[in-house]
């Protein structure tokens, strides 16, 4: 699968193994730039990179350069590793991303029982809001009652108030009356005592009428 050789490399040439199996990759310090001689499928200058994760991990290419729209071209600059280290490599990106996965288990639950802190937070926060309008409640129905209280107060001593005018009222008019019927009687009086002074006066005038014609 493989074409590139000792011979090849000695004479700085690149070998033939085309494949449009692009895997991740990463640049390297160690093998930085582009190839002039090698075109991608875009026919733009090959990118020189090397090869991250499983059997080809370590392994330099040259790809597409276009980064945004990569067309998946692949030339093998080294020759694939020998099958054990292929194992032992994909043996240890295996760990790797059962670590990976472990960590985001432990991030996932993090974030879950974060999650769930903030829920018993809001909840707790809901039911002190509860308890306050319950309490609020309480008061406003307790102020209610004493209002209506006040309210049956102010009625009652309205109703007294009423039952202490009609009585001032009623001895009013008793009063009124009993004036009237004084003023009346004082009347009568005044007319019986007038009346004994004109028969006085007529008793006296009939003596001086008798005297002077006896
Ligand atoms: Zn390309």
Redesign the pocket.
């Known amino acids: 699968m493989v074409s590139w050789s000792e011979d090849s490399s000695s004479d700085n040439s690149l070998p033939r193994d085309y494949s449009d199996v692009c895997p991740d990759w990463l640049y390297d310090s160690d093998f930085p730039g582009e190839e002039e001689e090698i075109r ?5 200058r090959g990118s020189r990179r090397v090869a991250r994760g499983g059997e080809h991990t370590g392994r330099r290419y040259i790809g ?3 980064i945004i ?5 692949v030339h093998w600059v080294d020759p694939e590793w020998p099958n054990p280290m292929k194992k032992r490599l994909l043996h240890l990106w295996s760990n790797h991303e059962m670590g990976q996965n472990c960590q985001r288990e432990i991030e996932k639950a993090g974030m879950m029982d974060a999650e769930r802190r903030k829920a018993m937070e809001e909840k707790m926060k809901a039911e002190q809001l509860f308890f306050k309008a319950v309490e609020d409640k309480n008061i406003a129905e307790f102020a209610l009652r004493k209002a209506e209280e006040e309210r049956k107060k102010a009625e009652e001593m309205k109703m007294q108030l009423e039952l202490q005018l009609a009585d001032i009222e009623t001895e009013s008019k008793l009063k009124v009356k009993w004036l009237r019927q004084l003023v009346l009687q004082k009347e009568r009086c005044l007319m019986y005592v007038g009346g004994v002074v004109l028969l006085l006066l007529g008793f006296v005038l009939a003596v001086v009428v008798e005297k002077n014609y006896v």
Do not use: K, T
């Open positions: 991608c499928h875009h026919g733009l597409c350069s276009n729209q990569d067309c998946g071209f």
